[in-house]
């Protein structure tokens, strides 16, 4: 651990997400933000770090994926491929969400409540199987739930559109285009960051169906997104 580069560190996130290992992919990023704090080494330097050789990799578990992240993740803005992977994490739970919320309704009344939660079992990643009580909770109480995570990433897009720009810009007009850029290193808030950012995490995203649309959703306007709904609303 005590050569753990930084390189391999942004890339982590997106692997395991690739995986469907989302709450690996969770607990990882809430490690490096907390007990991989400048405490035991630098997060931006691209140096060697001053690791602490008595420290337990990874001591973060079982972190709970549904908390308000803005606030332990804004100071790691810089490192735009986990930001990237904490939202995508927020956006595969509202899909779960979504898709859980439209079987219960469309089965409501006229299928069991235990068969309705058997499929909806299937239906949703580990984070969201973990939760039970969302799973097997109320239409009312999920749909809360619902909008806690839409807010979240709305929070995320802001925070991560206020430090640099060009990420999501690139990331939902041509991802393919500014992955093949391949840039090495450049100042934090350029547009060869986020191509490079994209690259380590595009195909995390294309492999999760509809989660450029939740977050082109998220870029528009209010007053557009008002108007023109799409699966970011309504799940459809």
Same mark, same amino acid.
């Given at each position: 651990m005590q050569n753990f580069s930084q390189d391999v560190r942004l890339v982590i996130p997106?692997?395991?997400?690739?995986?469907?290992? &989302? $709450?690996?992919?969770?607990?990882?990023?809430?490690? !490096?933000a907390s007990t991989g704090d400048p405490a035991y080494f630098e997060w931006d330097d691209w140096g060697q770090y001053g690791w602490d050789n008595d420290l337990d990799f990874l001591q973060v578990e079982d972190a709970d994926a549904f908390e308000e992240s803005k606030n332990w993740v804004s100071e790691h803005r810089s490192d735009t491929s986990p930001m990237?992977?904490?939202?995508?994490?927020? +956006?595969?739970i509202l899909l779960d969400l979504l898709a859980t919320l439209n079987t219960t309704r469309a089965? $409501?009344? @006229?299928? /069991?409540?235990e068969i309705i939660e058997l499929i909806c079992e299937q239906l949703v990643g580990g984070i969201v199987q973990s939760r039970p009580e969302i799973l097997r909770g109320r239409v009312e109480d999920m749909a809360r739930h619902i909008e806690m995570i839409k807010a $979240?990433? +709305?929070?995320?897009?802001?925070?991560m559109n206020e430090y640099n720009p060009h990420v999501w810009r690139l990331m939902l007009s041509d991802p393919y285009a500014a992955a093949a850029s391949g840039p090495f290193s450049y100042p934090f808030t350029s547009e060869e960051t986020a191509c490079m950012a994209i690259e380590e995490s =595009?195909? @995390?995203?294309?492999?999760? /169906?509809?989660?450029? &649309?939740? =977050?082109?959703?998220? @870029? $528009? /306007?209010? @007053?557009?997104?008002?108007?023109?709904?799409? !699966?970011?609303? !309504?799940?459809?």
């Open positions: 997106a692997l395991f997400i690739r995986l469907n290992k &989302d $709450q690996e992919a969770y607990n990882f990023i809430k490690w !490096c990237l992977a904490l939202t995508l994490i927020k +956006v595969r089965f $409501q009344g @006229s299928v /069991p409540k $979240q990433i +709305v929070g995320l897009y802001k925070l =595009m195909a @995390s995203w294309l492999e999760t /169906p509809r989660s450029l &649309d939740v =977050m082109r959703s998220v @870029s $528009q /306007p209010a @007053s557009t997104r008002n108007e023109k709904r799409g !699966c970011y609303e !309504c799940g459809t």
